[in-house]
């Protein structure tokens, strides 16, 4: 069982750059991890993924080159960096664990989520 937790979201205008951070807790962070995001009436979407080890990170064409996901295992913290925000990119971003070695993208294949975290990007 693990405890996520999100923080870091906000209001920012596009071009701009935020930061996410979701803390872990419980007994490992031994998990595969993925940022989603739900924008309103829309369905929840894969932003990134990364494996356990950080060696093996996937990210969604639509952020590619803009957004980053990375972790610390030492601190039981995952990370989303996102650069050149654009209005499109506004949601509430969720982290999500997995068990399991492989770094996928649908939602219904991760078992942990946090609460999630409101991100809102002004043209």
């Known amino acids: 069982q693990v405890q996520l937790v999100e923080s870091g979201g906000g209001l920012v205008q596009a071009g701009g750059s935020l930061r996410l951070s979701c803390a872990a807790s419980?007994?490992?962070?031994?998990?595969?991890m993925g940022w989603f995001r739900q924008a309103p009436g829309k369905e929840r979407e894969f932003v990134a993924a990364?494996?356990?080890?950080?060696?093996?990170?996937d990210h969604a064409d639509s952020v590619k080159g803009r957004f980053t996901i990375s972790r610390d295992n030492a601190k039981n913290t995952l990370y989303l960096q996102m650069n050149s925000l654009e209005p499109e990119d506004t949601g509430v971003y969720y982290c999500?664990?997995?068990?399991?070695?492989?770094?996928?993208?649908?939602?219904?294949?991760?078992?942990?989520w946090g609460q999630g975290t409101q991100v809102t990007v002004s043209s």
């Open positions: 999500a664990a997995r068990g399991g070695l492989a770094t996928v993208t649908g939602w219904n294949e991760y078992d942990y």
């Open positions: 990364i494996s356990w080890s950080g060696v093996n990170t």
């Open positions: 419980g007994r490992s962070f031994r998990y595969v």
